[in-house]
């Protein structure tokens, strides 16, 4: 008995990390072309449980697009016959999920603690922004903004040199729970800033001039649920009344056009955005943040995974911002620079029109604050591996987006207002 519950434990235990519960299941990728499709697919998900990775939900298909999900392995015969049976185009991007999972944890380092080549846990990081702190007392000061639904600590840095009446930029990472590649970029930065202050020329000039608050990772609770329970998990880990379904999605869950487009009103739902607009605590603490420091913060950046990305406002309507010409230009020159590295292409635009509307979302929010330079971006890959990107390409993903972030730094100090 004593030996078969140690066997169970070590199962469980190595459940875990190695993604067993995984194990068989696949990523598909179907071109939609019209209509017709789109409905298919919505039948599809109505009668299979099927997890959107691109777009959020099935609500979001467009025509002339593609969409990938995650089916379970037991369904997969059940989709595959649809799929063929309906003549509906797509491949194979994962075909088996447990695999890809495993070999996430490819990084050449060696380190037992923290490091910038690695996805770290909860506890690592929360334990570095102490550290790195404590280690930068020029350069960084630490303050907590708020408590998660779980009552854990919302670390937030603020990295620049001390002055007076300093310009600052707002960036969060880690909305979404499973966009790891997200939270590592935003350690990424910090790393770079107090790394390069005092011997590469730009750098210093923008830590001189401006202060960057990084809010390492926002949806604490949810990312530590990865870690430990499902790899898979999205939404805040909040329980309300009347439902035994978890979560909330943060990204649909501010004041913007709330749950008007694109948003689910269902609690089970990936993309249900709460009983009401800021009702999650992690996304009250960032909006009240930002609302008590509106004079200072000049531009607004969020850090989300997958597709290649850089998106403007608005995404909860098709409405341009007025400056439009301004953030499009600014767009196009950033990813412009992205790509300098290693090539990585990214598209750009309006929200809406360039992935599909979605209302709630906070580059939108803070848009609408009077925050004139409000993006978001969706880092690597394409699909090849979406949400489980290897930590081999942590290095390559994190110093092109620091290219793209310094340049738009860059730019805001040089267009203050
Ligand atoms: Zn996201």
Redesign the pocket.
């Known amino acids: 008995m004593l030996a078969f519950l140690l066997l169970v434990t070590l199962a469980l235990a190595s459940a875990h990390h190695s993604g067993e519960h995984f194990e068989g299941e696949k990523v598909f990728r179907v071109n939609v072309e019209d209509e017709n499709h789109i409905t298919l697919l919505h039948k599809l998900a109505s009668t299979t449980q099927i997890d959107f990775w691109k777009p959020?939900s099935v609500t979001q298909i467009k025509p002339h697009s593609t969409v990938d999900f995650r089916v379970k392995a037991e369904d997969i015969f059940t989709v595959e016959d649809f799929l063929e049976r309906n003549e509906l185009q797509y491949e194979v991007l994962i075909s088996n999920l447990r695999s890809v999972l495993e070999g996430q944890f490819d990084s050449q380092v060696r380190a037992t603690g923290h490091s910038y080549e690695k996805y770290n846990t909860w506890e690592t990081i929360e334990a570095w922004t102490q550290q790195v702190t404590s280690e930068n007392p020029d350069l960084i000061s630490r303050r907590t903004i708020g408590t998660t639904f779980e009552g854990r600590a919302m670390y937030l840095l603020k990295v620049g040199k001390a002055g007076p009446n300093k310009p600052a930029i707002f960036m969060d990472c880690g909305?979404?729970a499973?966009?790891w590649i997200?939270p590592a970029f935003c350690q990424w930065f910090v790393r770079e800033a107090i790394r390069t202050y005092g011997h590469e020329i730009h750098m210093t000039e923008l830590l001189d001039e401006l202060d960057f608050y990084v809010l390492p990772v926002v949806n604490i609770d949810g990312y530590i649920y990865t870690w430990t329970k499902n790899r898979m998990w999205?939404k805040t880990r909040s329980t309300q009344a009347g439902t035994t379904c978890i979560g909330t999605d943060p990204?649909r869950n501010f004041d913007a056009g709330w749950c008007q487009i694109g948003a689910s009103r269902s609690p089970c739902d990936e993309t249900y955005c709460g009983p009401a607009a800021e009702s999650e605590r992690e996304t009250k603490a960032l909006a009240n943040f930002i609302r008590s420091n509106l004079s200072s913060i000049k531009a607004y950046l969020t850090i989300?995974?997958y597709s290649q990305m850089m998106l403007y406002p608005y995404s909860y309507d098709y409405k341009l911002p007025e400056n439009n010409a301004e953030l499009n230009a600014l767009a196009k020159a950033t990813v412009k620079e992205l790509a300098t590295l290693h090539g990585t292409k990214y598209t750009y635009g309006p929200g809406a029109t360039t992935i599909y509307p979605a209302a709630g979302g906070s580059d939108d929010w803070a848009y609408d604050q009077g925050i004139k330079y409000s993006f978001?971006f969706?880092l690597r890959d394409k699909g090849r591996y979406g949400f489980v990107l290897p930590e081999s390409q942590i290095q390559p993903t994190c110093e092109e987006t620091m290219l793209a972030v310094k340049h738009l730094a860059r730019y805001v100090l040089e267009h203050l207002y």
Do not use: C, I, L, Y
Request: aromatic fraction near 8%; avoid cysteine.
């Open positions: 959020d909305f979404h499973r966009e997200s999205r990204n989300h995974s978001t969706e």
